[in-house]
């Protein structure tokens, strides 16, 4: 088993994410990137991929990068500049980059591009680090699983 599964099963603990479609394609120490596929459930009335949905995608990539030092940590402020719309696209990307990592209290640039890698937002995410471990994901997800089971057969 390697050292970021704990933090793969936490992607499939976050129901928000899934919801809305976030992969996330690489967890390393203080860094991970991920994606949405758009669909038109991401589109605002106008046809880009709705601001909200941006954000989303940023707030859970910077978290699990956070997380990646193995204690919780929760969103602090963001902040999005949104630089061109995010429209004809298959998919959009998200990289965390750490800007400062302290003892309680991180800061995470996130970059949001589109299928020809154009910028079209990018946001500011500080955390706080609490002095809680991370849970064990894993075992969550087990039972979530043993759970669905136990309900499909009554």
Known sequence: MDSYSNLRARAKCNRFAEHNGIELTLIETDHVEGEITVTEAHLNPMGMVHGGCLATLADTVTGTAVATRGRVGVTMDCRMD???????????????????IGKTITL???????????????????????????????????????????????
């Open 108 to 154: 995470y640039r996130a970059e949001l591009t589109n299928d020809e890698g154009a910028l079209v937002a990018v946001g500011t995410f500080s955390f706080f680090l609490t002095d809680k471990p991370l849970p064990n994901f894993e075992e969550l997800v087990e039972r979530a699983k043993a759970y669905g089971q136990t309900q499909k057969s009554e």
């Open 82 to 100: 949104y630089l061109r719309p995010a429209v004809n696209t298959k998919k959009i990307r998200c990289v965390a980059i750490p800007q400062k």
